[in-house]
T-cell receptor
Framework: NAGVMQNPRHLVRRRGQEARLRCSPM?????VYWYRQLPEEGLKFMVY????????ESGMPKERFSAEFPKEGPSILRIQQVVRGDSAAYFC?????????????????FGQGTRLTVV | KQEVTQIPAALSVPEGENLVLNCSFT??????LQWFRQDPGKGLTSLLL?????REQTSGRLNASLDKSSGRSTLYIAASQPGDSATYLC?????????????FGKGTHLIIQP
Protein backbone atom coordinates (compact mmCIF):
# COMPACT_ATOMS: atom_id res chain seq x y z
CA ASN A 1 0.00 0.00 0.00
CA ALA A 2 1.81 3.07 -1.28
CA GLY A 3 1.83 6.14 0.92
CA VAL A 4 0.62 9.59 -0.02
CA MET A 5 2.24 10.51 -3.32
CA GLN A 6 2.96 14.09 -4.28
CA ASN A 7 4.42 15.33 -7.51
CA PRO A 8 6.44 17.02 -8.58
CA ARG A 9 8.86 16.99 -5.67
CA HIS A 10 10.41 20.23 -6.82
CA LEU A 11 8.84 22.88 -9.00
CA VAL A 12 10.35 26.10 -10.29
CA ARG A 13 8.11 28.77 -11.77
CA ARG A 14 8.69 32.30 -12.95
CA ARG A 15 6.60 35.08 -11.52
CA GLY A 16 3.22 35.18 -13.21
CA GLN A 17 3.16 31.53 -14.25
CA GLU A 18 0.79 28.90 -12.91
CA ALA A 19 1.79 26.12 -10.54
CA ARG A 20 -0.11 22.84 -10.33
CA LEU A 21 0.66 20.50 -7.45
CA ARG A 22 -0.71 16.97 -7.40
CA CYS A 23 -1.51 14.66 -4.52
CA SER A 24 -2.63 11.05 -4.68
CA PRO A 25 -3.96 9.90 -1.30
CA MET A 26 -3.33 6.52 0.23
CA UNK A 27 -5.50 3.75 -1.11
CA UNK A 28 -8.87 3.79 0.59
CA UNK A 29 -8.50 7.34 1.89
CA UNK A 30 -11.17 9.79 0.80
CA UNK A 31 -10.08 12.83 2.80
CA VAL A 32 -7.28 15.12 1.61
CA TYR A 33 -5.68 18.08 3.38
CA TRP A 34 -3.24 20.62 1.98
CA TYR A 35 -0.72 22.50 4.14
CA ARG A 36 1.87 25.14 3.37
CA GLN A 37 5.19 25.51 5.13
CA LEU A 38 6.85 28.87 4.60
CA PRO A 39 10.56 29.22 5.39
CA GLU A 40 11.14 29.33 9.16
CA GLU A 41 7.42 28.90 9.78
CA GLY A 42 5.27 26.02 10.94
CA LEU A 43 2.89 24.16 8.70
CA LYS A 44 -0.35 26.02 8.10
CA PHE A 45 -3.60 24.35 7.12
CA MET A 46 -4.96 25.49 3.77
CA VAL A 47 -7.86 23.33 2.63
CA TYR A 48 -9.70 20.10 3.38
CA UNK A 49 -11.40 18.16 0.60
CA UNK A 50 -13.39 15.02 0.12
CA UNK A 51 -14.09 13.54 -3.28
CA UNK A 52 -15.68 16.27 -5.43
CA UNK A 53 -16.27 18.51 -2.40
CA UNK A 54 -14.39 21.28 -0.65
CA UNK A 55 -15.22 20.91 3.02
CA UNK A 56 -13.10 23.64 4.58
CA GLU A 57 -11.02 26.22 2.73
CA SER A 58 -10.61 28.61 5.63
CA GLY A 59 -6.81 28.55 5.30
CA MET A 60 -6.67 29.29 1.58
CA PRO A 61 -5.61 32.74 0.37
CA LYS A 62 -8.61 34.47 -1.14
CA GLU A 63 -7.07 35.01 -4.55
CA ARG A 64 -5.03 32.94 -7.01
CA PHE A 65 -5.29 29.67 -5.03
CA SER A 66 -7.74 26.87 -5.73
CA ALA A 67 -8.01 23.19 -4.97
CA GLU A 68 -9.98 20.26 -6.27
CA PHE A 69 -10.33 16.56 -5.60
CA PRO A 70 -12.16 15.02 -8.55
CA LYS A 71 -14.01 11.73 -8.53
CA GLU A 72 -11.14 10.19 -10.48
CA GLY A 73 -7.51 11.16 -10.22
CA PRO A 74 -5.38 13.09 -7.76
CA SER A 75 -6.15 16.18 -5.78
CA ILE A 76 -4.79 19.34 -7.39
CA LEU A 77 -3.64 22.52 -5.70
CA ARG A 78 -3.46 25.28 -8.27
CA ILE A 79 -1.71 28.60 -7.84
CA GLN A 80 -2.26 31.15 -10.56
CA GLN A 81 0.08 34.06 -11.32
CA VAL A 82 2.64 32.97 -8.76
CA VAL A 83 4.64 35.52 -6.80
CA ARG A 84 7.89 35.13 -4.86
CA GLY A 85 5.96 34.93 -1.61
CA ASP A 86 4.38 31.68 -2.79
CA SER A 87 7.75 29.94 -2.53
CA ALA A 88 7.24 27.27 0.11
CA ALA A 89 6.87 23.57 0.72
CA TYR A 90 3.35 22.34 0.10
CA PHE A 91 2.32 19.17 1.87
CA CYS A 92 -0.64 16.95 1.30
CA UNK A 93 -2.10 14.57 3.87
CA UNK A 94 -4.82 11.96 3.60
CA UNK A 95 -6.93 10.11 6.09
CA UNK A 96 -9.73 7.56 6.04
CA UNK A 97 -13.21 8.37 7.27
CA UNK A 98 -13.25 8.96 11.04
CA UNK A 99 -14.94 6.20 12.96
CA UNK A 100 -18.59 7.15 13.10
CA UNK A 101 -20.12 7.40 16.53
CA UNK A 102 -16.90 6.90 18.42
CA UNK A 103 -15.53 10.42 18.29
CA UNK A 104 -12.13 9.03 17.40
CA UNK A 105 -10.46 10.84 14.55
CA UNK A 106 -7.86 8.78 12.78
CA UNK A 107 -4.43 10.12 12.02
CA UNK A 108 -3.44 11.78 8.80
CA UNK A 109 -0.59 10.48 6.67
CA PHE A 110 1.63 13.01 4.94
CA GLY A 111 3.31 13.04 1.57
CA GLN A 112 6.89 14.12 0.92
CA GLY A 113 5.81 17.55 -0.18
CA THR A 114 6.34 19.73 -3.24
CA ARG A 115 8.89 22.46 -2.92
CA LEU A 116 7.86 25.41 -5.02
CA THR A 117 10.40 28.04 -5.90
CA VAL A 118 9.27 31.19 -7.68
CA VAL A 119 12.03 33.05 -9.48
CA LYS B 1 -8.23 30.05 17.76
CA GLN B 2 -5.95 27.16 18.59
CA GLU B 3 -2.25 27.95 18.98
CA VAL B 4 0.54 25.44 19.48
CA THR B 5 3.88 26.36 21.00
CA GLN B 6 6.98 24.20 21.16
CA ILE B 7 9.85 24.70 23.52
CA PRO B 8 12.76 24.78 23.03
CA ALA B 9 13.03 25.97 19.45
CA ALA B 10 16.41 24.28 19.15
CA LEU B 11 18.33 21.76 21.21
CA SER B 12 21.80 20.28 20.88
CA VAL B 13 22.89 17.44 23.18
CA PRO B 14 25.57 14.74 23.20
CA GLU B 15 24.72 11.28 22.05
CA GLY B 16 23.28 8.99 24.71
CA GLU B 17 21.40 11.59 26.69
CA ASN B 18 17.72 11.37 27.49
CA LEU B 19 15.78 14.45 26.50
CA VAL B 20 12.33 16.00 26.66
CA LEU B 21 10.60 18.15 24.07
CA ASN B 22 7.65 20.25 25.14
CA CYS B 23 4.45 21.20 23.40
CA SER B 24 1.61 23.36 24.68
CA PHE B 25 -1.72 24.25 23.14
CA THR B 26 -4.19 26.96 24.08
CA UNK B 27 -7.53 25.18 23.54
CA UNK B 28 -7.91 21.88 25.39
CA UNK B 29 -10.85 20.80 23.21
CA UNK B 30 -8.88 18.46 21.01
CA UNK B 31 -9.50 15.08 19.42
CA UNK B 32 -5.88 14.05 19.40
CA LEU B 33 -2.28 15.18 19.43
CA GLN B 34 0.37 13.93 17.07
CA TRP B 35 4.16 14.11 17.09
CA PHE B 36 5.99 14.16 13.77
CA ARG B 37 9.56 14.10 12.66
CA GLN B 38 10.75 16.16 9.70
CA ASP B 39 14.18 15.72 8.16
CA PRO B 40 15.72 18.57 6.14
CA GLY B 41 14.08 18.85 2.74
CA LYS B 42 11.87 15.88 3.45
CA GLY B 43 8.29 15.17 4.39
CA LEU B 44 6.72 14.42 7.74
CA THR B 45 6.92 11.09 9.46
CA SER B 46 4.31 10.38 12.11
CA LEU B 47 5.91 9.21 15.34
CA LEU B 48 3.12 8.94 17.87
CA LEU B 49 -0.59 9.73 18.00
CA UNK B 50 -2.35 10.23 21.32
CA UNK B 51 -6.13 10.30 21.40
CA UNK B 52 -7.72 12.80 23.78
CA UNK B 53 -8.80 9.98 26.09
CA UNK B 54 -5.27 8.64 26.40
CA ARG B 55 -2.44 9.76 28.69
CA GLU B 56 0.56 8.46 26.81
CA GLN B 57 1.86 6.44 23.90
CA THR B 58 5.16 4.62 23.51
CA SER B 59 7.12 3.47 20.49
CA GLY B 60 10.61 2.13 21.00
CA ARG B 61 12.75 4.84 22.59
CA LEU B 62 9.98 7.41 22.27
CA ASN B 63 7.31 8.17 24.82
CA ALA B 64 4.72 10.90 24.43
CA SER B 65 2.44 12.08 27.20
CA LEU B 66 -0.68 14.19 27.06
CA ASP B 67 -2.23 16.33 29.78
CA LYS B 68 -5.27 17.60 27.96
CA SER B 69 -6.67 19.71 30.78
CA SER B 70 -3.48 21.74 31.12
CA GLY B 71 -2.85 21.84 27.37
CA ARG B 72 0.53 20.13 27.45
CA SER B 73 2.37 17.26 25.85
CA THR B 74 5.92 16.04 26.13
CA LEU B 75 7.97 13.84 23.87
CA TYR B 76 10.61 11.88 25.73
CA ILE B 77 13.51 10.44 23.74
CA ALA B 78 15.65 7.89 25.57
CA ALA B 79 19.30 7.18 24.82
CA SER B 80 19.49 9.67 21.96
CA GLN B 81 21.40 8.80 18.79
CA PRO B 82 22.81 10.96 15.97
CA GLY B 83 20.09 9.54 13.72
CA ASP B 84 17.51 11.25 15.92
CA SER B 85 18.69 14.62 14.62
CA ALA B 86 15.69 16.25 12.94
CA THR B 87 12.94 18.78 13.55
CA TYR B 88 10.17 17.47 15.78
CA LEU B 89 6.69 18.85 15.23
CA CYS B 90 3.72 18.73 17.51
CA UNK B 91 0.22 19.05 16.04
CA UNK B 92 -3.30 18.95 17.46
CA UNK B 93 -6.64 18.13 15.90
CA UNK B 94 -9.13 20.51 17.45
CA UNK B 95 -12.78 19.77 18.02
CA UNK B 96 -15.43 21.51 15.92
CA UNK B 97 -15.72 25.22 15.34
CA UNK B 98 -12.38 25.88 13.76
CA UNK B 99 -10.46 24.73 10.72
CA UNK B 100 -10.63 21.04 9.97
CA UNK B 101 -6.91 20.52 9.65
CA UNK B 102 -4.17 20.03 12.17
CA UNK B 103 -2.64 22.99 14.00
CA PHE B 104 1.12 22.72 14.12
CA GLY B 105 3.80 24.20 16.32
CA LYS B 106 6.93 25.59 14.71
CA GLY B 107 8.95 22.63 15.87
CA THR B 108 12.03 21.84 17.91
CA HIS B 109 15.21 21.52 15.86
CA LEU B 110 17.19 18.73 17.52
CA ILE B 111 20.86 17.99 16.98
CA ILE B 112 22.46 14.94 18.58
CA GLN B 113 26.21 15.29 18.67
CA PRO B 114 28.17 12.08 18.01
Amino acid sequence: NAGVMQNPRHLVRRRGQEARLRCSPMKGHSHVYWYRQLPEEGLKFMVYLQKENIIDESGMPKERFSAEFPKEGPSILRIQQVVRGDSAAYFCASSPLPSAGQGIVTEAFFGQGTRLTVV
Amino acid sequence: KQEVTQIPAALSVPEGENLVLNCSFTDSAIYNLQWFRQDPGKGLTSLLLIQSSQREQTSGRLNASLDKSSGRSTLYIAASQPGDSATYLCAVKSEGGGADGLTFGKGTHLIIQP
